[in-house]
């Protein structure tokens, strides 16, 4: 089946690491997004791609960084200097030309 | 458990009886809206989506509403389910944008009781 995979379910990090969190599809989609969840508050964009080696900061891009070396892959480093990093943590990806995306499972980032 | 819900809007239903939720979007310009549902600790699943040249769309037991007029969005959902309790919010988004830069609502829980 196709579908977008995030991994780890659960992170923990702590204070002054950076962590990786894995975002895979295989939809053979061309844009994707990595979003952050807080508590009452509605997705916000951090990063996105819409082809191969290229990327987009979004609306709270600062600590973090991504890469995409490969259509499938979008890994999200939270580094240390995001200062706040707890959250649900949310890939998703999209066809071009297409408008719906589809989103992961997520990855909760906790610090301790 | 998920705390995504946490302090947000609540519409409490029976099962059985429609619910209606809404949402109030912000950029004129935006021509195209999508409805999600997040289950606790689950990522957002597609439901509906809509065109600014349409009033009305219609699924499976989900109907959504356009009103451009006032920037209004609705998802009606007849004969709720239990299964249907999660927390459900709204996006915008524009061809401007490339659609790249969805606007997403904080969303709206829905607890169904049976």
């Known amino acids: 089946d196709g579908g977008i995979t995030q991994s780890p379910k659960y992170l923990f990090r702590k204070e002054g690491q950076n962590v990786t969190l894995s975002c895979e599809q295989n939809?053979?989609?061309?844009?994707m997004y990595w979003y952050r969840q807080d508590p009452g508050q509605g997705l916000r964009l951090i990063y996105y791609?819409?082809?191969?080696?290229?990327?987009q900061k979004g609306d709270i891009a600062e600590g973090y960084s991504v890469s995409r070396e490969k259509k499938e892959s979008f890994p999200l480093t939270v580094t240390s200097a995001q200062k706040n990093p707890t959250a649900f943590y949310l890939c998703?990806?999209?066809?071009?030309?297409?408008?719906?995306?589809?989103f992961g499972s997520g990855t909760r980032l906790t610090v301790v | 458990g998920e705390s995504v819900g946490l302090h947000l809007p609540t519409l409490s239903v029976q099962e059985g009886d429609n619910s209606i939720i809404n949402c109030a979007y912000s950029?004129?310009?935006?021509?195209?809206f999508i409805w999600y549902k997040q289950e606790s600790g689950k990522g957002p699943q597609f439901i509906i989506d809509?065109?600014?040249?349409?009033d009305k769309r219609q699924g499976q037991r989900v109907t959504v509403l356009l009103n451009k007029t006032v920037k209004h969005l609705s998802l009606q959902i007849a004969a709720t389910q239990p299964g249907d309790s999660a927390v459900y919010f709204c996006?915008?988004?524009?061809?401007?944008?490339?659609?790249?830069?969805?606007?997403f609502g904080a969303g709206t829980r829905l607890a169904v009781h049976p």
């Open positions: 998703a990806s999209r066809r071009i030309p297409g408008y719906g995306y589809t």
């Open positions: 939809l053979n989609h061309d844009a």
């Open positions: 791609s819409q082809i191969v080696n290229d990327f």
């Open positions: 950029n004129s310009a935006s021509d195209y």
């Open positions: 809509i065109r600014s040249n349409m």
């Open positions: 996006a915008e988004g524009s061809f401007s944008g490339g659609y790249n830069k969805l606007i």
